[in-house]
């Protein structure tokens, strides 16, 4: 049994206990901010000046069209990476590096400004810009839940090549 709690100190017990809630209800709000701010993207500022011409949407279709290949190829090359240190990590870094450069075509090209005379042809490509991120999210979902659940099976199929290459490669 424990000695009984003496009633002169009630009045601090109760100031250490609100100290106490205060202290975890500040970490908590400052966590929870901090969280929120790492996931917000970066403000970036508006291009300003005129329009982009129907010459230079065409140069971003094709710039448009060249980032969907090289996703596409990206894509279906991650199974030969598998050999080097860490796949995953370069996956990711690669598609950190296309989002921005995806990023970086929509301000160029002022996807998303509403007026002007080709209005329409900017809006059809930001839907496509659109489509090509919502595409990327998707296989680095797929890429993250594979090296998750099979990643092991991929690196030790790539290490036991290396092992048989190196044994092939020996000379007697």
Not at 102 to 127: I, K, N, W
Not at 146 to 168: M, N, Y
């Amino acid at each position: 049994m424990s000695p009984p709690r003496d009633p002169t100190l009630r009045p601090y017990r109760g100031a250490l206990w609100v100290l106490y809630f205060a202290v975890l209800l500040v970490s908590i709000g400052l966590t929870a901010l901090s969280i929120a701010q790492a996931l917000r993207e970066p403000a970036r500022p508006r291009a300003q000046g005129p329009l982009p011409t129907r010459a230079v949407l065409r140069v971003c279709m094709t710039e448009l069209e060249a980032l969907y290949r090289e996703q596409n190829q990206r894509a279906w090359a991650l199974g030969s990476e598998f050999e080097g240190p860490d796949p995953l990590a370069t996956w990711q870094q690669w598609s950190i590096d296309w989002e921005e450069r995806v990023r970086d075509l929509g301000d160029r090209c002022r996807l998303d400004d509403a007026g002007g005379e080709d209005a329409a042809a900017r809006a059809e490509l930001a839907a496509a810009r659109d489509a090509l991120r919502a595409l990327n999210h998707a296989y680095a979902a797929q890429v993250n839940r594979f090296a998750q659940e099979k990643g092991d099976l991929a690196r030790a199929a790539a290490e036991s090549l290396a092992h048989a290459r190196e044994a092939v490669s020996l000379r007697r």
